[in-house]
């Protein structure tokens, strides 16, 4: 069946790049997506990436999908406090299923 | 990117009442749409998905009689938590997808009392 995992927590400090690492088990996904979640709100979508690419850039975030090892990974360079969230990794499926992982809480220490 | 608005934001509930969340798609029409329960720290779980005109599809371990989908048209879908019970209390997100693109909407905190 379609697991992801994540780490539970990462703490950087301001102006450093965090990783934010996934690992799923079902390589059947379309996409792949990162989205971030602050307290109380909805899920922002940050980025995403299709499943037969292996890098995506976009501004501060990289995304790199190793398939063969089925990991994904978010990169954000320059980490700044605004940065503090969760941040969740999911796969998306034909017929519009998304599979969500846990969540990494991204703390940002100034 | 296109907007999908979920009501109310939060809502405070009797508990044995009955609370209705409404999920709207503003400016796309979504034929599916996909309710989602998040408890405290922890991840998304897919709790159904709301076909539009037809019933909804429901995943393990979700009472159907309890978690009411409806999904009248093509831009709103409302799901109703029946004699709400503390247990309930959770965080309740809607999504719906345009062009292979998921989006959700804002989220409802619900708190049976």
């Known amino acids: 069946g379609e697991d992801v995992e994540q780490s539970l927590f990462l703490s950087v400090r301001e102006g450093d790049s965090s990783v934010i690492n996934c690992t799923y088990t079902?390589?059947?996904?379309?996409?792949l997506y990162w989205y971030k979640q602050e307290p109380g709100a909805g899920l922002q979508l940050l980025t995403y990436?299709?499943?037969?690419?292996d890098m995506k850039q976009d501004q501060r975030l990289t995304v790199l999908l190793n398939k063969k090892d089925k990991h994904l990974s978010l990169r954000i360079a320059d980490t700044q406090t605004g940065d503090s969230a969760i941040y969740f990794c999911?796969?998306?499926?034909?017929?519009?299923?998304?599979?969500f992982g846990a969540g990494t809480i991204l703390r940002v220490k100034s | 990117g296109a907007v999908v608005s979920q009501h109310p934001s939060r809502v405070i509930c009797k508990s044995g009442t009955s609370v209705k969340i409404e999920c709207r798609s503003l400016?796309?029409?979504?034929?599916?749409m996909f309710w989602y329960r998040q408890f405290p720290k922890k991840s998304l779980m897919l709790m159904a998905t709301?076909?539009?005109?037809?019933?909804?599809?429901?995943e393990q371990g979700v009472e159907k009689d309890k978690f009411l989908i409806n999904h009248a048209s093509l831009t709103l879908s409302t799901l109703t938590v029946t004699s709400a019970h503390p247990e309930d209390s959770s965080f309740y997100i809607c999504?719906?997808?345009?062009?292979?693109?998921?989006?959700f909407g804002q989220g409802t905190r619900l708190t049976v009392v």
């Open positions: 709301s076909n539009e005109g037809s019933k909804a599809t429901y």
């Open positions: 999504s719906a997808t345009s062009r292979g693109e998921a989006f």
């Open positions: 079902d390589s059947s996904s379309t996409y």
């Open positions: 990436i299709f499943s037969n690419m």
């Open positions: 400016d796309f029409q979504a034929t599916t």
């Open positions: 999911a796969e998306f499926f034909y017929g519009n299923k998304l599979v």
